[in-house]
């Protein structure tokens, strides 16, 4: 699937809006490496936090079950236009805020997540909004479910670490910035 925003309307984006917080989209090293080991076709519901202009969401729906669910949750209203253009009937588009997460799913006929993968900027959220992702997403995830997170640094342990028992940590350097990915597991 090609993509469906040039670099100079996303770095728009960027310019708009601070929780955009990146120049470009994570490039296809870094998405390819998020997913490193990981049997997307395993999972039947996916739930992607801030997809910008789909760079792990396509990478996602090419690698998934035909049966299987993509929930794409994105507060940027040009990223969530872009993202409507992708035709594939197991993604959902949502203009909402991760927080939302465990309404979203229940409003999509869903209990809980096999996965969840999230590229918002934990550092521009403030404590409390960053607790309660992080926590509503432990609660929303099945017993032997994922959160992954990718970030440009590790700031990000210090509150995933309440919540889940393991965290594995890996790191990208051909990303602009170096990508740094945590794979959560209860
Ligand atoms: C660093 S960009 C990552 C974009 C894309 N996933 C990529 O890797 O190229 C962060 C994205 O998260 C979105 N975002 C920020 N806060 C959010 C929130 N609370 N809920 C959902 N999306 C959010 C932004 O609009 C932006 O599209």
Do not use: W
């Not at 203009?95 to 996965?115: R, T, Y």
């Not at 918002?120 to 409390?128: A, D, G, N, Q, V």
């Amino acid at each position: 699937m090609a993509r469906a925003m040039s670099n100079m309307e996303y770095f728009r984006q960027f310019i708009k809006d601070k929780n955009v917080a990146s120049l470009f989209p994570t490039s296809q090293f870094a998405v390819k490496r998020a997913f490193k080991n990981i049997n997307l076709n395993g999972y039947k519901v996916i739930v992607e936090y801030g997809p910008g202009e789909g760079a792990f969401t396509r990478r996602m729906l090419n690698e998934m079950a035909p049966d299987a669910t993509l929930i794409a949750i994105e507060t940027n209203e040009e990223m969530v236009k872009v993202l409507n253009e992708i035709n594939d009937k197991r993604l959902i588009v949502v203009k909402d805020s991760a927080e939302n997460i465990k309404g979203i799913l229940k409003q999509n006929g869903f209990d809980n997540a096999d996965c969840v993968v999230s590229g918002i900027p934990f550092t521009f959220l403030k404590r409390h909004q960053r607790e309660n992702i992080v926590k509503r997403t432990r609660e929303a995830l099945n017993g032997h479910g994922m959160f992954i997170v990718y970030q440009n640094s590790y700031y990000a342990v210090k509150y995933l670490e309440k919540e889940f028992d393991h965290i594995a940590r890996d790191f990208e350097p051909r990303n602009i910035p170096p990508l740094f990915i945590m794979r959560c597991t209860i």
